[in-house]
């Protein structure tokens, strides 16, 4: 048995909660992936997967042991990458997916400089406000802003994403200007929803730690939504400072509560676990974590 592919094999098994998905994905069938894991169990002397009609679920010792296997997985594939990283050309097909505000007014721009650098890839950009299965659809890599729930990802922090509470004037002329994160409560505060705080808007001030929960008449699944909402005069938004800092410079908006550290958000590149990473990948997540860094937008507001 070759327990490297068994590994791998179980792996994705416990990822997409299928056989038979695993099965499409390796264009093979569903009794030869039972038999694969049935035979591991077997050198292995114990059951790694409880089996039922509507479900499957781990053991304790097979819980144990797809954490090891992850592991040893993501060693397995790093030291490939490393042998190889020096001598592979930046070519091919690159399929990178993101959300739709993130990946129009962060990614697009600089991919003429980086297909300038590398003019054998071929990018196919696929953007989505819901989060993006790698595997189901073929992704490379995918860009995200928020903390991590999925597990079966390896993600790499590429940058920061710092937010600005942010109104336009008309909005603060016509109901005043909050001046602490409680005041927010009397307030028409605007929800982008698909961030696992959602309502729950968090701020810093010195050793203080200011937690509001917010509410107002309403919200959306896409920020470039919510900017048109503040823009037009609707309430108050806390969103990412890429996002406004061309209205914030041009005075469409103010910047409000600046005493106020808001709760930043991590933006990571994420790749799947059993996919050793290409050349274009890492050249590609490279070439985004240096812009990024350096990038005015993606800097607090002074």
Partial sequence: MDKLNAMAIFVRVVERGSFSAVAREMQTSQPTISKVLRALETELGGKLISRSTRQL???????????????????VDAAEHSFHSGRETVAGNLKIGSSVSFGRLQ????????????PQVQIDLQLSDQNQDLVS??????????????????????????????????????????QTPEELRGHNCLQF?????????????????????????????????????????????LSPVWLFSEDLNAGRVTAILQDYTAQSLPIHAMSPANRRQSARVKAFVDYMSQALETAPELQPVK
């Fill in 57 to 75: 679920s781990l053991t304790d010792e097979g819980q144990r042991y797809y954490s090891e296997c992850r592991q040893i997985l993501a060693a």
């Fill in 107 to 118: 990614i697009a721009p600089r991919l003429p400089e980086f297909l300038k650098q590398h």
């Fill in 137 to 178: 659809e073929g992704l490379d890599v995918t860009f995200r802003i928020g903390e991590l729930t999925d597990s079966g990802l390896i993600a790499r922090r590429i940058g920061t994403t710092h937010r600005v509470t942010v109104a336009a004037p008309g909005y603060l002329k016509q109901h005043g200007q909050p």
């Fill in 193 to 237: 929803n698909l961030l696992n705080s959602q309502n729950l808007w968090v701020y810093e001030s010195g050793a203080q730690h200011h937690e509001v929960r917010i509410k107002g008449n309403a919200k959306s699944n896409n920020s470039e939504a919510i900017r048109e909402m503040v823009l037009g005069g609707l309430g108050i938004a």
